[in-house]
């Protein structure tokens, strides 16, 4: 009969448990990284406590499903390592379990957000209407420049692979470029998403890295919001 742990020891096994899915799984590292935005954007938004709390609630759904997913996954691994198509039902049923809590995250982010991001949202475009349309198509071109000239610096090719994602610069440039055209913000967001899913396909697609990708993202926003500052007096 094994031995029954103290509560001080079963909390160390847990944090273990945490700590080596955190170093192992990746998608349980970009949870983290999401939960933690999301919690920061809360509290810099001025969320009221019951919020906050509700996007604890939910962030914290999400990252234990993750974890659930994770351990079930493993141990069906070590049970079976050749392919069953019951052990393939209980691994898509606990991946769907997973979907299902992410989905529901993004919608109730998307119900507390909205009332905190609308009026800045609003106020921030009208501060843009005076740009003129031609700004954003050169913004884009300028865009699709600097992805040359550093693909050209890193010896890349500019369609596949390289340093950065030259069509996720393109990508969140023209999302950008979205918010100021639209004056929506439920237009904007869905820009942002094609964008994401741009910027996703590379990374599935094995073009590019999570890294590429994310530089790639940085250099069409920052291009465009220069633009949209310096160039406009």
Not at 157 to 186: C, D, E, M, W
Request: glycine share 6%; charged share 15%.
């Amino acid at each position: 009969m094994s031995k029954t742990r103290s509560f001080t020891e079963s909390v160390d096994l847990a944090i273990q448990g945490i700590v080596s899915a955190f170093k192992k799984e990746r998608n349980f590292r970009l949870d983290i990284l999401f939960a933690g935005i999301v919690i920061l954007c809360g509290i810099i938004l001025n969320f009221t406590r019951v919020e906050l709390a509700i996007l604890f609630f939910v962030v914290t759904l999400v990252l234990s499903a993750e974890l659930f997913n994770t351990a079930i996954e493993k141990l069906l691994d070590v049970v079976n390592d050749n392919f069953d198509p019951r052990i393939k039902f209980v691994k898509d049923v606990s991946a769907g379990a997973v979907l299902i809590a992410v989905i529901s995250s993004v919608v109730i982010g998307y119900l507390i957000f909205y009332p905190h991001l609308e009026i800045p949202f609003k106020l921030t475009v009208r501060a843009l209407r005076s740009i003129p349309y031609h700004l954003i198509v050169a913004g884009i071109i300028l865009v699709i420049i600097a992805v040359i000239i550093i693909k050209s610096w890193a010896g890349d090719k500019f369609l596949r692979g390289g340093i950065v994602s030259g069509h996720s610069a393109v990508a969140f440039s023209i999302a950008i470029a979205i918010v100021y055209l639209s004056n929506s913000l439920a237009v904007s967001i869905l820009g942002f998403i094609l964008a994401i899913m741009v910027a996703q396909s590379r990374v599935e697609g094995k073009i590019h890295s999570i890294r590429e990708v994310i530089l790639g993202s940085f250099l069409g926003i920052i291009v465009m919001l220069t633009i949209f500052k310096f160039l406009l007096r």
